[in-house]
């Protein structure tokens, strides 16, 4: 959470988002209003959507896929253990102790099993903690700090496995014109 006015509004919950809401509604009313022999045809074995994954990964899965979405959530917890990470981290919990709040980090504060985040209801404790929590990250810089520690890993694995990389990005071209294929098909 980096933004006070959604902070105030909404604590730690997710805002809605109506045209996302209308959307999801009108697609499980869709899918409600499907008979047993349409739902088998669309998503059986061997149905539409095996199909339009056989079609859109033929030649073979993206190499690299895998192992790319992996190494993203490591670098997450890298990031985290740097020590200027850490540093900012240390200033933010002592902003958020400054104002009566004591969670070690700031997924702590969002993770507190005080707040239902799926409930409707958004208590005033943790629209108080929000809004501490955008105000120390902005105070300790610690949003800054981490994307910059996040980018020199990145840069740092980009250099180290260029081929990994190219080997992706071919892999990602190649869906890329199994789809245009497939739409030019139909």
């Known amino acids: 959470m980096t933004d006070e006015s959604v902070a105030r509004r909404h604590g730690y919950h997710m805002p809605d988002d109506p045209g996302q809401a209308r959307e999801l509604q009108a697609q499980r009313s869709w899918l409600a209003a499907l008979g047993p022999a349409?739902?088998?045809?669309?998503l059986g074995e061997g149905g539409c959507a095996d199909e339009a994954a056989a079609r859109?990964?033929?030649?073979?899965?993206?190499?690299?896929?895998e192992w790319?979405?992996?190494y993203d959530f490591d670098s997450v917890d890298a990031s985290a253990a740097a020590p200027p990470v850490r540093r900012a981290v240390s200033r933010w919990r002592t902003c958020m102790s400054g104002q009566g709040f004591d969670y070690a980090?700031?997924?702590?504060?969002?993770?507190?099993?005080?707040?239902n985040l799926d409930a409707k209801r958004v208590t005033s404790r943790e629209i108080a903690v929000a809004v501490a929590d955008v105000g120390c990250k902005r105070e300790s810089d610690l949003v800054a700090v981490r994307a910059a520690a996040e980018r020199r890993i990145?840069?740092?694995?980009?250099?180290r496995e260029p081929g990994r990389f190219r080997e992706l990005e071919q892999g990602l071209e190649r869906y890329r014109r199994n789809a245009d294929k497939a739409l030019s098909e139909n």
């Open 38 to 42: 349409e739902e088998r045809a669309l």
């Open 105 to 115: 980090t700031p997924l702590a504060a969002i993770e507190d099993p005080a707040w």
């Open 68 to 70: 790319f979405t992996s």
């Open 56 to 65: 859109l990964g033929a030649g073979g899965a993206v190499p690299g896929a």
């Open 154 to 159: 990145q840069q740092d694995l980009i250099a």
